[in-house]
């Protein structure tokens, strides 16, 4: 499977945006889909994950509450909405997509980063 991130952007703080996730190549509804994010110097974080289905989300502490993820099968596409941001939330974002049985952490492809920058 193909990813393509896209919708970041700069935004003052407490502002927000979606960021979208359009995949291609094979069959979305399979994949378990992720958010990741990195800020300059510091280590890789989930920031939240979805199931194939929708069922079930994950979202780190730092989100929790600001950040919704989505997805809609039909339109081969995952969503980050995130709302009261703040200037941590500064990072690239990248989509992640992993079927099969993996760990939590495990994702087998990737997107290009989208950069998100948060301004005080």
């Known amino acids: 499977v193909q990813l393509q991130a896209s919708g970041g952007g700069l935004v003052q703080a407490g502002g927000s945006l979606r960021l979208s996730c359009a995949a291609s190549g094979s069959t979305f509804s399979s994949y378990r889909m992720g958010w990741f994010r990195q800020a300059p110097g510091k280590e890789r974080e989930l920031v939240a994950a979805?199931?194939?289905?929708?069922?079930?989300?994950y979202y780190a502490d730092s989100v929790k509450g600001r950040f919704t993820i989505s997805r809609d099968n039909a339109k081969n596409t995952a969503y980050l909405q995130m709302n009261s941001l703040k200037p941590e939330d500064t990072a690239f974002y990248y989509c992640a997509a992993q079927n099969g049985v993996a760990g939590p952490l495990e994702y087998a492809y990737w997107g290009q980063g989208t950069l998100v920058t948060v301004s005080s």
């Open positions: 979805i199931t194939w289905s929708g069922s079930s989300t």
